[in-house]
């Protein structure tokens, strides 16, 4: 199982991202996919989820600015982020489950 992530960066405040996980090794059509952040310091998180059926859950902190997908055809999930803060700032994860292996994360840095 494998997971890489890409597409974060530098980004002001109010503006969007989006991030992208290639998944590798297992059956990902038949899977929910979340997406996980962790900030410096702070414990991993969990941010949204999608099942197989494209059925979508969000942490009360991003609802109505992330938007999770997939393309089952490409192994991948998506994470759409719009008006950024602050306090999105962390190294973005993809997975199953919140459990080894991970991916290396992707950096988002939400900052004036």
């Given at each position: 199982?494998?997971?890489?992530?890409?597409?974060?960066?530098?980004?002001?405040?109010?503006?969007?991202?989006?991030?992208?996980?290639?998944?590798?090794?297992?059956?990902?059509?038949?899977?929910?996919?979340?997406?996980?952040?962790?900030?410096?310091?702070?414990?991993r998180?969990?941010?949204?989820?999608?099942?197989?059926?494209?059925?979508?859950?969000y942490?009360?902190s991003?609802?109505?600015?992330?938007?999770?997908?997939?393309?089952?055809?490409?192994?991948?999930?998506?994470?759409?982020?719009?008006?950024?803060?602050?306090?999105?700032?962390?190294?973005?994860?993809?997975?199953?489950?919140p459990?080894?292996?991970?991916?290396?994360?992707?950096?988002?840095?939400?900052?004036?």
């Open positions: 199982v494998q997971f890489v992530e890409s597409g974060g960066g530098l980004v002001q405040p109010g503006g969007s991202l989006r991030l992208s996980c290639v998944a590798s090794g297992f059956a990902f059509s038949m899977y929910t996919m979340r997406w996980y952040r962790q900030a410096t310091g702070e414990e998180e969990w941010v949204a989820t999608i099942n197989g059926r494209g059925v979508t859950y942490a009360d991003v609802k109505g600015r992330f938007t999770i997908s997939r393309d089952n055809a490409k192994n991948t999930v998506y994470l759409q982020m719009n008006s950024l803060k602050s306090e999105d700032t962390a190294l973005y994860y993809c997975n199953i489950n459990v080894p292996p991970w991916g290396q994360g992707t950096q988002v840095t939400v900052s004036s």
